[in-house]
């Protein structure tokens, strides 16, 4: 009977989480509900009849119904659903086929929503990725500008007269020969006028 307490529980928690967003799913949910109490009685009668004549007694598969599956495939069908909702569908779809209860019919069903939410996921990594490519892209021109600035800056100053910018800001070399003692700098920077 923890099988029909976890599902009963997964389709409260779905009726909670779809209240106010989607509609039609917390009506299925409730439908669900009230189609799994009526299986719950018929598997508790079975099993007292299996007690009492000492035959086998029922197993989950006796639960195979598309009403009970149908609201979490309607969750799980929606291209925005919340990570909540998906959370407890996948966990009761799981917990259904775990259990055997799903219509063979069905099993069609189960495979067409993951596709809809892996194409969801795919679509937001891609949209990520793009976008941190973008980043990484101009923080690298970036830094290779700031490399190349930088780098003729060394060598400006690495040679035997420094590099000192104009008022423009542009580097101008000049002509003292006192100037290449401050050569080490390794920055226009640091010049002093």
Do not use: C
Not at 12 to 32: F, M, T
Not at 127 to 139: D, F, G, P, V, Y
Not at 147 to 163: C, F, M, N, P, Q
Not at 166 to 190: I, K, L, P, Q, V
């Amino acid at each position: 009977m923890n099988f029909v307490q976890q599902l009963e529980e997964s389709l409260r928690d779905l009726a909670a989480e779809a209240r106010k967003h989607h509609p039609g799913v917390k009506e299925a949910s409730e439908r669900a509900t009230w189609t799994l109490r009526q299986y719950k009685n018929a598997y508790a009668s079975a099993v007292r009849k299996a007690n009492a004549g000492n035959s086998t007694a029922p197993t989950t598969k006796m639960f195979q119904s598309s009403e009970l599956l149908h609201p979490f495939l309607l969750a799980a069908n929606y291209p925005n659903a919340s990570p909540e909702l998906l959370e407890i569908s996948f966990r009761a779809m799981r917990l259904l086929l775990e259990h055997d209860a799903v219509p063979p019919n069905d099993a069609i069903h189960l495979v067409r929503v993951w596709m809809i939410q892996a194409q969801v996921v795919a679509t937001h990594f891609q949209k990520n990725s793009k976008s941190n490519k973008r980043i990484s892209k101009s923080s690298a021109t970036a830094t290779s500008y700031e490399t190349k600035v930088i780098g003729s800056d060394l060598v400006s100053s690495s040679a035997t007269s420094d590099a000192v910018p104009n008022s423009d800001g542009r580097d101008t070399e000049s002509s003292n020969a006192d100037t290449s003692s401050n050569s080490g700098s390794g920055s226009w920077f640091f010049w002093s006028s």
